[in-house]
């Protein structure tokens, strides 16, 4: 059981660059999110998708696009790279609201580095 | 904004029970209260999650006072490998929905 699947695992972008971080999970989860985590500090939520269909912001969500591809796939695009999202991506999902007691799993991480 | 307020950082010795606190002085009726640890370099993964009273794993125990206001985790008899980030979840933002937002966490180092 592979549970939350990130790609990629590593990657350096020039400034202005764009791509896409990956996210799969087999848990069959409703729902996903992306968390930022800079050097030394907490997470912070970028994007979550309560259900499959639907996504909403979260406390940094400016420079970054998501989508909500089925139930298993949650995709972060950063559209124009900024040094300043530097940082290590992770995706993770749960069955429904945590509130109510479901775990958040978690991926491995994904760490980009804009030059 | 987090819901929840924990310790900065914490240090430890091996062998020793080590007790983080966290304030959640807004907890909605229904919301658990779930810990994570994190290591370098990894996701976070669970630990353990109570609603009310006390709740004891393999890991670790959760205590949680009548008023739900704040929860403590314990870990008994710390070891090296314990060194990691505890971080203290309940439910969302206060908005509803899914914005499950982490607080910073605290930082635990355990020393020989």
């Known amino acids: 059981n592979a549970g939350v699947t990130q790609t990629p695992k590593f990657q350096v972008l020039k400034t202005g660059q764009s791509m896409t971080l990956q996210c799969a999970q087999d848990m069959n989860h409703n729902s996903m999110y992306w968390y930022r985590q800079d050097p030394g500090m907490g997470l912070r939520l970028i994007y979550y998708?309560?259900?499959?269909?639907?996504?909403d912001k979260g406390e940094v969500p400016n420079g970054y696009n998501v989508s909500r591809l089925n139930k298993r796939e949650f995709s972060l695009r950063l559209e124009s790279a900024a040094p300043s999202q530097t940082s290590v991506y992770f995706c993770?999902?749960?069955?429904?609201?945590?509130?109510?007691?479901?775990?958040?799993?978690f991926g491995e991480g994904s760490w980009l580095t804009v030059v | 904004l987090a819901k929840t307020t924990q310790p900065i950082s914490m240090d430890s010795y091996e062998g020793q029970e080590v007790n983080i606190t966290c304030s959640h002085n807004n907890i909605a009726t229904n919301d658990y209260i779930t810990w994570y640890q994190q290591f370098p370099s990894q996701g976070p993964r669970f630990i353990i999650q109570g609603y009310k009273t006390k709740v004891t794993n393999e890991v670790a125990s959760l205590f949680i006072p009548a008023d739900r206001k704040s929860s403590t985790l314990s870990l008994p008899r710390v070891s090296l490998s314990d060194t990691a980030v505890y971080y203290c979840?309940?439910?969302?933002?206060?908005?509803?929905?899914?914005?499950?937002?982490f607080g910073a966490g605290t930082r635990l180092f355990v020393k020989a």
């Open positions: 993770a999902s749960s069955e429904s609201w945590p509130g109510d007691g479901n775990t958040i799993y």
């Open positions: 998708s309560a259900s499959e269909g639907t996504t």
């Open positions: 979840l309940v439910g969302d933002d206060g908005t509803g929905g899914f914005k499950t937002i």
